[in-house]
């Protein structure tokens, strides 16, 4: 139990969320909206409620309702019915990373062999492993990696919401795989990141190469009408400081917690908590041509309400998209290097948020310039002080001097909150178990 201040305004005390929620929006509407799974994106939330907007599955028949326990279920229920509209109730954590690594080892995969054949010192750093042969070190890895692929991929179709029961469904080691589909809601879920079990080194990344490794969480590619609310993005049990280092670096076994890429358009993320990860959230994934012919005039994509919390980067990082991040609140740990990555031709919005910095970290490496691109950044406060977070990262890193005026102004936002409130409102409320 505890006073909650919203719209610079004290609501009594009030008990959880769901007491918030009523005092902002009024009794009477949350009255009389319908269960959570039935629930659909509401009007004006987000670049998700452009054009037809976003129902997922809130129209399935009794016969398209699955409540489910295990990863085979799941898959089943994803399948069951094609695009016809569908609700999956997912019913405490489930398991999709299989049984161990060694399950998905190719016939002859040996890691001990793979280390002493791309040795630094024996393979040398001027070229990469990609035209090793199938029956190579590398070739056997691959082959190991397309089973895990396999197995921990799910399929979403067009017209289906995902919904957790209760404060503890979600899923550990799942990339779930929106591609090329409309109408998409995911909701109340904890999603552990996958780890991959077999990353391919490249001795020719950065002058002392590195692990790469595939999987997210989740993946947006090519689709449009995704709803992303009240998840819950985390590394969980295995953050990278557990994972071992080979060759000087450290085995990342890690990719992203949420990528919208290849054309990917209208999506809202509200109400989420992004979380313990490096490389967190990429928008659009490649300044190459054939990358641009895509991905412009698309990639259009709305955060807001949402705690991103001890992540080193990328909260997001940002190609040709108008992006809108207001509401959201930016807490920074060790290791923390920038949340708004600035790409080639994005057209970012960030406006109303609040971010909290450790001793040492500097409020101008909250924009990282990649590309020159102009962005909106206006009424951000950072450590409670009213920031103009161009003007101070330009004063502090006066070699990759930002433009101001993303060129768009968002209308598409349903309430907007004080930027000094957002602390106290996003992190009591946002993240899976906390949805009403």
């Not at 795989?177 to 879920?189: A, E």
């Not at 979380?275 to 955060?303: C, M, P, Q, W, Y």
Request: net charge negative; aromatic share 8%.
């Amino acid at each position: 139990m505890r006073t909650q201040r919203c719209h610079g305004r004290v609501i009594a005390t009030v008990v959880g969320c769901t007491a918030l929620v009523l005092a902002v929006t009024g009794t009477a509407q949350a009255a009389h909206r319908p269960a959570p799974d039935r629930q659909v994106l509401p009007a004006n939330d987000g670049w998700a409620a452009a054009g037809t907007g976003t129902t997922g599955g809130a129209a399935a028949d009794a016969a398209h309702v699955h409540t489910v326990t295990d990863w085979a279920g799941f898959k089943a229920a994803l399948a069951d019915g094609g695009s016809a509209p569908k609700i999956i109730k997912v019913q405490g954590t489930i398991d999709a990373d299989g049984p161990d690594c060694a399950s998905f080892e190719a016939p002859g995969y040996d890691f001990d062999t793979y280390l002493k054949t791309y040795d630094p010192a024996v393979w040398g750093r001027d070229k990469n492993l990609d035209g090793e042969p199938d029956n190579s070190p590398e070739g056997l890895r691959r082959a190991s990696q397309a089973a895990q692929d396999a197995y921990i991929k799910a399929n979403v179709p067009a017209n289906t919401t995902i919904i957790g029961i209760g404060k503890d469904a979600g899923f550990k080691g799942a990339s779930l795989q929106i591609k090329g589909v409309d109408n998409v809601i995911v909701r109340n879920l904890t999603l552990e990141s996958p780890l991959d079990c077999f990353p391919q080194w490249d001795p020719t990344d950065t002058a002392d190469g590195n692990w790469n490794s595939e999987y997210d969480s989740a993946v947006i590619y090519g689709s449009t009408h995704v709803w992303m609310d009240h998840d819950t993005f985390t590394d969980g049990a295995h953050p990278d400081s557990t994972l071992p280092y080979y060759y000087g670096r450290i085995f990342e076994q890690h990719d992203g917690e949420l990528d919208i890429v290849k054309g990917a358009d209208y999506v809202t993320a509200s109400w989420n908590v992004f979380e313990d990860h490096d490389k967190t959230i990429l928008i659009g994934n490649s300044d190459s041509a054939s990358t641009a012919a895509v991905d412009r005039g698309h990639l259009k994509v709305t955060f807001h309400h949402n705690l991103f919390s001890n992540l080193v980067e990328r909260a997001p990082r940002v190609r040709f998209g108008q992006v809108d991040s207001y509401n959201n609140h930016f807490v920074a740990g060790d290791g923390y290097s920038y949340s708004y990555g600035i790409g080639m031709e994005s057209q970012l919005v960030a406006e109303h948020n609040a971010f909290t910095l450790p001793d040492g970290a500097k409020a101008g490496s909250i924009l990282k310039k990649w590309k020159e691109a102009p962005l909106t950044a206006d009424d951000n406060y950072v450590n409670g002080e009213l920031t103009d977070l161009i003007a101070v990262h330009n004063a502090q890193v006066p070699t990759e001097i930002l433009q101001s005026g993303a060129g768009w102004t968002p209308t598409l936002r349903t309430r907007v909150d004080p930027a000094r409130a957002v602390p106290g409102i996003v992190d009591h409320c946002a993240g899976a178990g906390k949805l009403r």
